[in-house]
Nanobody, 121 residues
Framework: QVQLVESGGGLVQSGGSLRLSCAAS????????MDWYRQAPGKQRELVAH???????NYAESVKGRFTISRDNAKKMVFLQMSSLKPEDTAVYYC???????????????WGQGTQVTVYS
């Protein structure tokens, strides 16, 4: 049973920093691209950061220069380091992964359950 579990969310003051983690577990063969998305109340889920298996990264313009996505393949984890946080960053943050798993043909896509990030001024 493949699962993605996020952690590290919480309450933080404007200008502060927070580090989110996402751990993948289960009978995983290979993890390909991974992402961080976020969804604020009443808004659509949006892509925040993307990282390939070769460690190439892309960011939403709104977070560029403030957020950094990274991964640890040995630990099957992806991280999102957030700095200079703004109230507009308040949302539920979700990790997403493309992977191959035991007993399944082809690439599968998984979502974590989400972790709340609240930034106050």
């Amino acid at each position: 049973q493949v699962q993605l579990v996020e952690s590290g969310g919480g309450l933080v003051q404007s200008g502060g920093s927070l580090r989110l983690s996402c751990a993948a577990s289960g009978s995983i063969f290979s993890i390909y691209d991974m992402d961080w998305y976020r969804q604020a109340p009443g808004k659509q889920r949006e892509l925040v950061a993307h990282i390939t298996s070769g460690d190439s990264t892309n960011y939403a313009e709104s977070v560029k220069g403030r957020f950094t996505i990274s991964r640890d393949n040995a630990k099957k984890m992806v991280f999102l380091q957030m700095s200079s946080l703004k109230p507009e960053d308040t949302a539920v943050y979700y990790c997403h992964a493309a992977l191959t798993a035991q007993g399944v043909i082809g690439v599968q896509y998984f979502w974590g359950q989400g972790t709340q990030v609240t930034v106050y001024s």
